[in-house]
């Protein structure tokens, strides 16, 4: 079955410290796909990425940096030179394998990132 | 830009009453769902609908309905609100199986 582990509970970090959330999954499927959420204090669900299990190169898109490796099943996550708008509960989900059933996510317990001044 | 709204960002409810909640989405997906998020739990599945008139039952169906009549929205009713029903109610879609889902704002709804 698909499951998705966010060891890291809560991470404190200073403004400007880079920081990495880590997200371990398991999965049946040969292919799948991969994604982080953010949810601010304010409650929405923000999708960050998608990625593709064929694909293993990095992704940055701005202060943000995704790192999936197949053969560890992981796909961290880093920002760099945090702001205090990070402050988050960050998720990292994946869809149910073709056995599941019905087309949840499977989110992680999520990772709540505070970044002080 | 997708953009999935919610009728409410806040709402209270008294034991009994029946309660709607309304969501839209803008961009012709297919798919869309409720889910309830509760510190502890996580984010739960309660219904998924991934075609007009077509729902299925997610992982905690008792209690609610749905409700689906045209593609842009899906519609969570509590028949007889509980208190174990407060919680934070998040909508979203999707455009296919398998893809990212957009998620609306959330409606925190206390029952008391």
């Known amino acids: 079955a698909q499951k998705v582990t966010q060891a890291q509970t809560e991470i404190s970090v200073v403004e400007k410290e880079d920081v990495t959330l880590d997200c371990v999954y398991e999965t049946r499927d040969t292919t799948y796909y991969l994604f982080w959420y953010k949810q601010p204090p304010s409650g929405e669900l923000v999708f960050l990425i998608r990625r593709n299990s064929f694909d293993e190169q990095n992704e940055i898109s701005g202060r943000y940096s995704w790192n999936f490796q197949k053969s560890t099943s992981s796909f961290n996550f880093t920002i760099t030179a945090s702001q205090v708008v990070d402050s988050a509960v960050y998720f990292c989900?994946?869809?149910?394998?073709?056995?599941?059933?019905?087309?949840?996510?499977?989110f992680g317990a999520g990772t709540r990132l505070a970044v002080h001044p | 830009d997708v953009k999935v709204t919610q009728s409410s960002r806040y709402l209270v409810k008294r034991t009994g009453e029946k309660v709607f909640l309304e969501c839209v989405q803008d961009m012709d997906h297919e798919n869309m769902f409720w889910y309830r998020q509760d510190p502890g739990l996580g984010l739960r599945l309660i219904y998924f609908?991934?075609?007009?008139?077509?729902?299925e039952k997610g992982d905690i169906p008792e209690g609610y309905s749905v409700s689906r009549e045209k593609k842009e929205r899906f519609s969570l009713i509590l028949e007889s609100a509980s208190t174990n029903q407060t919680s934070m109610y998040l909508c979203?879609?999707?455009?296919?199986?398998?893809?990212?889902?957009?998620f609306g704002p959330g409606t925190r709804l206390t029952v008391t």
């Open positions: 979203a879609s999707s455009r296919t199986t398998g893809l990212e889902q957009y």
């Open positions: 989900a994946l869809p149910p394998d073709f056995s599941g059933g019905y087309n949840k996510l499977i």
């Open positions: 609908s991934y075609d007009v008139k077509m729902k």
